[in-house]
């Protein structure tokens, strides 16, 4: 089974702070993606990586950045964290090639709350 | 862009009645995939199922199916004998074909009442 790992499941953080916040999976998998969920709003890609050093822009990207510098970690950055970054965090992962390609595997996800 | 809908936020069940879970997605494309995944308390993505576009025959895993309806962009899931344990959020998410993008609707809470 692939494990996509979450280093936090809880967070607390004050405004302006730095935050990261770390994912790593152990299936090779050549996607990783960080998810923002919001009741009412389900989940929304931040940004996606697809190879090392390689990433892509999601559909709410501001105010986050992303860093891959090993196949199997994707972290995701919060420069100045704000009260409205406060919110649910997902990691997923996936491959590119193959049968299996298509369904994205998820972490157990990090509550982030910015006071 | 592609959108999903889930237009039902909440929706209850009997334990062992059938239930059936609405989606419908907006897409110009032709080749795609189509999930449900479950989202119990404990916070783990669970994936359901999964139907591929071009498949006119509709997935089943064990109590759960569902109907897929190409043209009419819909793509709902049935639960069978509803089980205490099928109590969760359950997100209906689209993925094009040849595209690492996936798109997931709102949700809908499944309460399961014994």
């Known amino acids: 089974d692939v494990k996509v790992t979450q280093s936090s499941r809880y967070l607390v953080k004050r405004t302006g702070e730095k935050v990261f916040l770390e994912c790593v999976q152990d299936?090779?998998?050549?996607?990783m993606f960080w998810y923002r969920q919001d009741p009412g709003l389900g989940l929304r890609l931040i940004y996606f990586?697809?190879?090392?050093?390689?990433?892509e822009k999601g559909d709410i990207p501001e105010g986050y950045s992303v860093s891959r510098e090993k196949k199997e970690r994707f972290s995701l950055i919060l420069e100045s964290a704000s009260t409205n970054q406060t919110s649910m965090y997902l990691c997923?992962?996936?491959?590119?090639?193959?049968?299996?390609?298509?369904?994205?595997?998820f972490g157990n996800g990090t509550r982030l709350t910015v006071t | 862009a592609q959108t999903v809908t889930q237009s039902q936020p909440e929706m209850s069940v009997q334990e062992a009645e059938t239930v059936t879970l609405s989606c419908t997605y907006d897409?110009?494309?032709?080749?795609?995939?189509l999930f449900w995944y479950k989202q119990p308390p404990s916070r783990q993505m669970i994936l359901v199922i999964r139907?591929?576009?071009?498949?006119?025959q509709n997935a089943t895993e064990n109590r759960f199916s569902v109907n897929f309806q190409k043209a009419a962009k819909s793509f709902s899931l049935k639960i069978s004998d509803s089980q205490l344990g099928d109590a969760a959020m359950y997100f209906c998410?689209?993925?094009?074909?040849?595209?690492?993008?996936?798109?997931f609707g709102a949700g809908t809470r499944l309460t399961v009442k014994p």
């Open positions: 997923a992962s996936s491959l590119v090639r193959g049968e299996d390609r298509a369904p994205l595997h």
């Open positions: 299936m090779d998998h050549e996607n």
């Open positions: 990586s697809y190879d090392v050093k390689m990433k």
């Open positions: 897409t110009s494309e032709s080749d795609y995939y």
């Open positions: 139907q591929e576009a071009y498949k006119q």
């Open positions: 998410a689209y993925r094009r074909y040849n595209n690492n993008d996936m798109r």
